[in-house]
């Protein structure tokens, strides 16, 4: 019985392929650090044109203008030593002919292509080299130009091209590659990162956005910026101990290598012959490139010389690649009879266990050119190609100026802008074609693409669109199931109650338990027949702000204004919800139809389109009949700790109940905070320390970033602007701040997130912390609610939190959970990109002058903390009387940029990642155990887990 073989570590490989290089000209002089490597030593030459002369191998090598000769008549001559004709299709390789060459296009190119980088010049490569592997003998798959070999790399074969084909072009070349493979073998898991990662480059240059590809006149710095910024993403993931990251080139760009290339047992891929005038028979490899294979399972300094197999002959070239991601997923057949042929690199990952010292960042890149990138120049042979098949992607293939004119007079700049529009086109097109009912096996024509009907579309497509929705279909398993969720995101919206926001909803969705109109509330409810005030949907900006204290909340749902004596008899009370209008109008005359609306569908189109497009849920209620602090408290930790309002010792000292972020970080997962003002989050105690400052993020310098970049952590929360200011509004949703504003922000959030490529792994969800003292009809629970840890809350309501307030949140292990909306199989496609632009309610602007809401001084005071202020005799309540919205905001800012620097010289100065830094502007005042820490002029609570 023959042995199991051992499972691959390995659940991740990434491919980037760089343009455009030899190995001597890239990683020749590494052999000066490691002799090992079959490089150069500078006794190397080549003859001159015409000469007598030789030309020795230098390590000089920098900023290359213009681009050597690399077209199959010139690696040719550079291989063989001499000029290509068709009687001389195969001879010894010599590798003679590079300095010739290159003069008989310019004088004085041989000083280029006989010249490579030294390894302080490239130092990204020569950490990687000195860290993992190298492969000193990987050839490009076949002698000619860029486009070719990098159709080796995914399918083993050119289908016979050796330059650019316009017919394959345009129809797409059709040999099956290893994305289908690797499909039809079950390998797109779930993850940030799937089974097989290709990761392409910026080949047009603009001074904006230099070209990263390292094909000249690329600077070769920006490639070094570009492989260091992958390596370091890579090192950073969870996935890093199953990645292996393999760094190739396409082909060697004219410049000099001295290892003679292959050219005998080399299999032709699939029997093809290529065109006229060379009939070339794929039968042997082109010239030595640059190979790095980068994995934790490595060892250090690694050299991979020539295969062991399958073959005598068999070498290291790009067809190696589907060769042995087909070994190492176990995948069941090879493209080609070139990846047969051709040797595997499983072999690299060389130890039993995965490195623990793997460089978490790489060196700084040297830069070479000392010019502006020249956006104005022609394109190269490559970009030409690219832009001819993006013109394909956008129907211009039936335009007389394809393919030759289109390119001719481009510059890069312009190219730029066509590329990306036509792709943009191309990606639209196929969304189209997928809501019209195409089969995925379909391919989008542009040309047919626009105004078809389904019958149309399904006939008349002509580039796969199946593959732009492989992250949409690779995760789906066969029952419906949470697991599919990677990353929660919760927003917290301000004070507004079910039915003001989303009761009108019912005449989209008559099975939301919404509003009709029917609903009304008696002006007093010592007579409830008579003067009663009917719920309508006409509610726009509101000013002033309900009440929503605890008091109030009592009247509202009872009926009747909070006494001791009343409270005393809570069981004989029932939540007749009836109690709304009559303490509006003890607030304020008038202000009952302000609780007694609610906004109509057109009003709010955001949430009108979410509600149509995903899920409601109308039954969440406030898990405190209380303000808003209580109840985002209890957001993130099931508990207000005993408060039912501010609490000024446990606001100094911080909420010490543990949190869901402790909980998540004990499950090794992630969480990030993405804030505008100060966050609310830092009310908790824990949440102070130093070791989860790095875990709060400003929202508008990286919450979209982040989205785009696939970063966002396991369980995201977002803070608005609790603020209203008239250069940037409140879009909290609190009163009196618009409506328009929040509908806004939530449209950001969603796009940005629509927008992710981690969209088919999130949960987002949207909810509201109190009721703000609106309008809702369905009775709060008030019996059978769990207290979550036995606090009664102060005097004089003494409340044992044992009800719930109005519609919103929950109560951990009590609380019901809402992974049964996740009721699909598979991640849809349709759902929008864009939200409908929100409707503007407030015609006046922001009164920044205006006093502080309860929340916001709330927000002040916790600035106050945070800065040391709360040993000041204003403290709490001076502090905030008469200060207006915009001196709070001023001075929230200033002091979290003071907490926040303080944190720095904490951890600077080495104090523990539990220490929680409260500045005090008192000298040598430090309780930190760290002497070196305490001669600073700031004081640290010392926190426990306690």
Request: glycine share 6%; net charge negative; proline share 7%.
């Amino acid at each position: 019985m023959s042995e199991k073989k051992p499972q691959s570590p390995i659940k991740t490989i990434v491919i980037l392929v760089q343009e455009n290089r030899s190995f001597d000209h890239m990683l020749g002089w590494m052999k000066s650090i490691n002799p090992e490597i079959d490089g150069v030593t500078g006794s190397e030459s080549n003859p001159l044109l015409n000469s007598n002369g030789r030309i020795h191998y230098k390590n000089q090598s920098g900023f290359i203008e213009p681009d050597p000769g690399h077209s199959f008549e010139a690696t040719y001559e550079q291989i063989f030593g001499v000029p290509y004709t068709e009687s001389q299709t195969k001879l010894p390789p010599t590798m003679e002919g590079f300095a010739q060459q290159a003069e008989s296009i310019q004088k004085g190119l041989s000083e280029i292509v006989m010249n490579g980088f030294e390894p302080d010049s490239v130092p990204v490569y020569k950490e990687l080299v000195s860290e993992f592997a190298v492969c000193d003998r990987w050839f490009s798959s076949i002698p000619t130009l860029t486009q070719p070999n990098r159709l080796f790399i995914h399918s083993a074969t050119s289908y016979g091209a050796t330059a650019n084909d316009t017919k394959m072009m345009i129809e797409g070349y059709p040999q099956k590659t290893i994305f289908e493979t690797v499909e039809e073998g079950g390998h797109c898991k779930e993850g940030k990162l799937p089974n097989y990662v290709v990761i392409e480059q910026r080949y047009l240059e603009t001074k904006l956005f230099s070209g990263n590809d390292d094909h000249p006149p690329h600077d070769v710095s920006n490639g070094q910026n570009f492989i260091k910024e992958v390596y370091e993403s890579l090192r950073s993931s969870p996935q890093w101990n199953e990645i292996l990251f393999v760094i190739i080139y396409d082909e060697h760009g004219g410049f000099y290598d001295h290892v003679p290339t292959p050219v005998e047992g080399v299999p032709s891929p699939d029997g093809l012959v290529g065109p006229e005038p060379y009939k070339f028979k794929f039968d042997r490899l082109g010239v030595r490139v640059p190979a790095i294979l980068i994995s934790p399972w490595i060892e250090r300094g690694t050299v991979l010389h020539g295969p062991s197999g399958p073959y005598p002959t068999s070498e290291f070239e790009h067809s190696s690649i589907p060769a042995t991601v087909k070994k190492i997923f176990n995948l069941k057949e090879f493209l080609t009879k070139r990846d047969a042929w051709a040797g595997t690199f499983d072999c690299v990952l060389n130890r039993t266990s995965p490195r623990t010292d793997c460089p978490v960042t790489l060196s700084e890149p040297v830069k070479m050119r000392e010019t502006e990138p020249n956006e104005k120049a022609n394109l190269n042979e490559f970009q030409e190609e690219l832009v001819q098949l993006c013109a394909v992607l956008k129907g211009d293939h039936a335009k007389d100026v394809f393919p030759h004119k289109i390119v001719k007079d481009m510059k890069v700049v312009e190219a730029v802008d066509y590329v990306d529009g036509a792709f943009q086109k191309f990606l639209n097109d196929c969304d189209n074609a997928i809501k019209n009912g195409a089969d995925e096996s379909y391919i989008v024509c542009a040309e047919v693409a626009h105004d078809q009907t389904k019958k149309q579309v399904s006939k008349s497509f002509s580039r796969k669109f199946k593959t732009i929705n492989i992250m949409a279909n690779s995760s789906h398993s066969s029952n419906p199931n949470y697991t599919n969720i990677k990353t929660v995101v919760v927003l917290v919206q301000e004070n507004r109650s079910f039915d003001h926001m989303l009761g009108w909803m019912k005449s989209l969705n008559p099975q939301i338990n919404g509003v009709t109109g029917s609903e009304s509330n008696p002006f007093s409810t010592s007579n409830t027949e008579k003067n009663r005030i009917l719920f309508g949907n006409g509610s726009v900006y509101v000013e002033p702000d309900p009440g929503h204290s605890i008091q109030d909340i009592f009247e509202q749902i009872f009926g009747v204004p909070w006494s001791q004596e009343i409270a005393n008899k809570k069981s004989e009370l029932r939540p007749e919800m009836q109690g709304f209008a009559q303490n509006a109008e003890r607030i304020r005359n008038g202000m009952s139809d302000t609780v007694m609306n609610g906004f109509g569908p057109e009003s709010v189109p955001v949430y009108k389109e979410l509600v149509s497009e995903f899920a409601v849920c109308d039954r969440w209620f406030a898990a405190v009949p209380a303000s808003t602090q209580p109840n985002r408290l209890y957001v993130h930790s099931a508990t207000s700790h005993g408060a039912t309002s501010n609490n000024k010792k446990l606001l100094i000292e911080g909420y010490p109940q543990k949190t869901i972020f402790e909980s998540l970080e004990e499950g090794d997962c992630t969480f990030g905070i993405y804030y505008q003002y100060p966050p609310a989050t830092l009310f908790y105690r824990n949440l102070r320390k130093l070791k989860y400052i790095k875990n709060f993020h400003q929202f508008d310098l990286h919450f979209k970033n982040h989205c785009k970049e696939g970063k966002l952590p396991n369980y995201v929360v977002i803070e608005q602007r609790y603020f209203d200011l008239k250069i940037l509004p409140g879009n909290d949703d609190h009163p009196s701040h618009d409506v328009y504003e929040g509908q806004k922000f939530v449209k950001e959030v969603y796009e940005s997130l629509r927008s992710s490529p981690q969209w088919n792994e999130m949960l987002f969800v949207i909810i509201y912390d109190e009721h703000g003292g609106f309008f809702d009809h369905v009775p709060t629970p008030v019996t059978g609610v769990p207290s979550p840890d036995g606090i009664v809350g102060p005097e004089p309501y003494n409340f044992e939190f044992d009800r719930l307030g109005e519609f919103l949140t929950k109560r951990d292990a009590w609380a019901g959970t809402f992974e049964t909306l996740i009721n699909r199989t598979s991640p849809r496609i349709d759902c929008p990109e864009s939200l409908p632009e929100p409707v503007k309610l407030r015609e006046t602007e922001a009164k920044e002058e205006s006093k502080l809401c309860d929340f916001q001084q709330e927000m002040v005071q916790l600035a106050a903390v945070l800065c040391g202020d709360h040993l000041k005799e204003n403290f709490p309540e001076k502090l905030v009387e008469k200060m207006t919205v915009s001196d709070g905001v001023e001075y929230v800012k200033s002091a979290f940029n003071k907490f926040l620097g303080e944190c720095e010289n904490a951890n600077q100065n080495g104090a523990d990642e539990s220490t929680i830094c409260i500045p005090t502007n008192t000298v040598n005042s430090s309780t930190t155990k760290s002497k070196s820490f305490a001669s600073k002029a700031f004081s640290c609570f010392v926190c426990g887990d306690h």
